[in-house]
Antibody, heavy 123, light 113 residues
Framework: QLQLQESGPGLVKPSETLSLTCTVSGGSISSTNYYWGWIRQPPGKGLEWIGSIYNSGSTYYNPSLKSRVTISIDTSRNQFSLKLSSVTAADTAVYYC???????????????WGQGTLVTVSS | DIVMTQSPDSLAVSLGERATINCKSSQSVLYRSNNKNYLAWYQQKPGQPPKLLIYWASTRESGVPDRFSGSGSGTDFTLTISSLQAEDVAVYFCQQYYSSPFTFGPGTKVDIK
């Protein structure tokens, strides 16, 4: 059974860079039918897709965050990572990693999801 | 960006009764070349991550009870819980994957009356 687990600091100072890693177990991150994505959810609010990456390193980002986001992948460790620079309080959210289905040749739904990790931006 | 809206914001339904959630997209998510609607539904229980229920607007994910069903096409979609169970209390989100950026609806909270 595929499982994803986010890890990283729970507190980041304003203007600094948020860094998270997602470790995939029970399956290979090199699978051909899947991208790997990051989604966030501010407390009590809705879901926002941040970006996704393929095992080749090909990335798709949400234009609203593109200037601040870098997603990378390490197939040898079965991990992918998120970096979000110049954070503000508005970036406080639960950050989820998820497998991003790609069975039809296009990026589709997210399943499964990690448990999520709360990142608070505060001095 | 495709904007997703949902209605109602919340609803309370008696156990065993039907719950209906609506999702509307600001533009069609029907890809005419394959006649598929690029829409998914998720369930999120308190303190848990979202769980995929339905994709292609009406295909139930493996293991999802058959009381959950999805319908609709183009810009208007519905998630129906035919007979609400206590374990169905959650927030339900729709998501379009027709075009990037992939966007979610604001969610509909379902409670027991």
């Amino acid at each position: 059974q595929l499982q994803l687990q986010e890890s990283g600091p729970g507190l980041v100072k304003p203007s600094e860079t948020l860094s998270l890693t997602c470790t995939v177990s029970g399956g290979s991150i090199s699978s051909t039918n899947y991208y790997w994505g990051w989604i966030r959810q501010p407390p009590g609010k809705g879901l926002e897709w941040i970006g996704s990456i393929y095992n080749s390193g090909s990335t798709y980002y949400n234009p609203s965050l593109k200037s601040r986001v870098t997603i990378s992948i390490d197939t040898s460790r079965n991990q992918f990572s998120l970096k979000l620079s110049s954070v503000t309080a508005a970036d406080t959210a639960v950050y989820y990693c998820a497998r991003h289905s790609h069975t039809s040749g296009w990026k589709e739904w997210f399943d499964p999801w990690g448990q999520g990790t709360l990142v608070t931006v505060s001095s | 960006d495709i904007v997703m809206t949902q209605s109602p914001d919340s609803l309370a339904v008696s156990l065993g009764e039907r719950a209906t959630i609506n999702c509307k997209s600001s533009q069609s998510v029907l890809y005419r070349s394959n006649n598929k609607n690029y829409l998914a539904w998720y369930q999120q229980k308190p303190g848990q991550p979202p769980k995929l229920l339905i994709y292609w607007a009406s295909t139930r994910e493996s293991g999802v009870p058959d009381r959950f069903s999805g319908s609709g096409s183009g810009t208007d979609f519905t998630l129906t819980i035919s007979s609400l169970q206590a374990e169905d209390v959650a927030v339900y989100f729709c998501q379009q994957y027709y075009s990037s950026p992939f966007t979610f609806g604001p969610g509909t909270k379902v409670d027991i009356k």
